[in-house]
């Protein structure tokens, strides 16, 4: 039995107000069903959140243009503000400059130690301490650094701070349309229900399915719910943790259920030495639906990490079952502890995607910069890979994307009630450029939010996804199935 829905993004509620608008019929007066009232609000409705949206993506596009130069901007200012205090601590080391003026700079005038300059925030800070620093020693009648000089450091550390005072103006700028729109939501969603209802109540009369099909011309939109006896495409989880604790009571139920459900097959990430072990486990005993991967976790690295590697580079030097490197990359959300071990051991992973050919599934958070410098070292050269579980905005999908033989791992977070991913998805990622996955027992969807995740699970996105782009499941099942095909480089049956 077909059911109404709201939609939820502004591109399907411009669309609904629009085919109801767009309609001469019911502007006739013989024929007009609608009062006048509601289509001047649904008009005012339109205009306000068209207009909205349209800002919005024009804040979004001017953030991204100057966000392309940032980063080059900050380097080279890093650089000469980086490279002027050693000159400078050098230089109060031979004994040319006063320890004493290392006040000056807001350094302890015992310091022996470099502040530490990493980001945009910390490189605004110490470049004016830096300048005006320098400035406060010449006056008092002392020699100026040559190399580099104060004029060139002040000039690069002006040029990055105005372009990053531009991109925070252009954030808040973004922020603020992006408040627009959603202030304008709950108006529009009010407008169509009122349009709806009078929609609906002209056509009462007629039998079920000509009322919808009439109403459907009008822009209400329908849902049909899914039974037991009604069988989707079978498509694939491509990131689930089976071979977990939370699964060790009932797995054989876990895996029919997701049989049941449409699931045709299960990719198992590792994480470490051990969970190697547990994947292979759980792959013996499901050769046929199960498909291991093999990889160092960045929450897993630590002082051993070089004897894991080696372990783990021996298993890919023999036979083995594994189709692709993961789950590997960066994290950075919890600590930085081992921030430099974690670059070593993601770069290395890296590498051996290139060496035995293996796609990558990479996890990162709070990491995207880092990550994104050490693929492109090695971009030409690598198969490709599933940005897992991702969560960004537009400008970060656009960057992942440029890897072109990548796709994103779209999970439960999607279904979300107060997900952006919904409008980041239709606006930058296009359906051969996603895969799904459930991340079980993690980031459970609605309508099991709270509860353990399992790949039963996975057909509550593919439907969330076929809802965002407005097309029928079974077509997110085919394209999502390519997909995998493509970037894992391994035949799927269907169940």
Request: hydrophobic residues 40%; charged residues 25%; proline residues 4%.
């Amino acid at each position: 039995m077909p059911y109404r829905r709201l939609p939820n993004t502004d591109t399907a509620r411009l669309k609904a107000l629009k085919m109801v608008l767009d309609n001469n019929e019911i502007y006739t007066v013989r024929s007009r069903f609608i009062d006048w009232k509601t289509l001047n609000q649904a008009q005012s409705a339109y205009d306000k959140l068209f207009t909205a949206c349209q800002q919005y993506k024009i804040c979004v596009q001017a953030q991204i243009r100057n966000s392309s130069t940032i980063d080059k901007l900050q380097h080279k200012a890093l650089m000469y503000v980086s490279h002027f205090l050693q000159v400078l601590f050098l230089s109060v080391e031979r004994g040319e400059i006063r320890k004493q003026n290392l006040s000056l700079y807001g350094l302890p005038t015992d310091s022996t130690l470099l502040p530490k300059v990493k980001n945009a925030e910390s490189l605004i800070e110490w470049g004016m301490k830096v300048v005006e620093g320098e400035k406060a020693r010449l006056k008092k009648g002392g020699r100026p650094i040559y190399n580099p000089t104060i004029g060139m450091v002040s000039t690069h550390y002006d040029i990055f701070k105005d372009t990053y005072e531009r991109q925070k103006s252009l954030q808040t700028r973004t922020l603020m349309a992006a408040n627009d729109v959603k202030s304008l939501r709950p108006n529009a969603d009010t407008v169509l229900l009122s349009l709806w209802n009078q929609i609906e109540s002209y056509y009462e009369k007629e039998s079920r399915d000509v009322m919808v099909d009439e109403c459907r011309k009008l822009g209400v939109v329908y849902y049909t719910r899914k039974t037991k006896n009604v069988r989707m495409k079978s498509f694939i989880d491509t990131h689930s943790h089976l071979d977990g604790d939370e699964f060790k009571d009932d797995l054989p139920e876990v895996i029919a259920r997701a049989k049941a459900a449409g699931v045709a097959g299960v990719f198992l990430p590792s994480i470490n030495l051990n969970s190697i072990n547990s994947v292979l486990n759980v792959y013996n005993k499901y050769p046929d639906f199960t498909f291991p991967m093999i990889g160092l976790h960045p929450e897993e690295v630590n002082i051993n990490y070089k004897e894991v590697l080696t372990e783990m580079h021996k298993r890919l030097e023999v036979e083995h079952p594994f189709i692709a490197i993961g789950e590997v990359g960066l994290d950075y959300y919890w600590s930085r502890e081992f921030e430099k071990e974690q670059l070593e051991v993601f770069e290395e992973q890296v590498k051996w995607s290139v060496e035995f050919k293996l796609p990558l599934m990479i996890h990162c958070r709070k990491a995207q910069n880092e990550m994104v410098k050490i693929l492109r070292k090695y971009e030409k050269d690598l198969p490709g890979g599933v940005f897992h579980c991702f969560t960004g905005n537009e400008k970060e999908a656009a960057e992942l994307l440029s890897f072109d033989r990548f796709v994103l791992g779209i999970g439960g977070v999607l279904t979300f009630k107060n997900s952006h991913l919904p409008e980041v998805l239709h606006a930058v990622v296009p359906l051969d450029r996603l895969v799904i996955e459930t991340d079980s027992p993690y980031m459970t969807p609605v309508p099991h939010r709270g509860e353990r995740n399992e790949s039963a699970y996975a057909g509550f996105i593919l439907e969330k996804i076929a809802e965002i782009y407005g097309v029928k499941p079974c077509k997110i099942a085919r394209s999502t199935n390519i997909n995998v095909m493509r970037v894992f480089g391994i035949s799927l049956k269907e169940i």
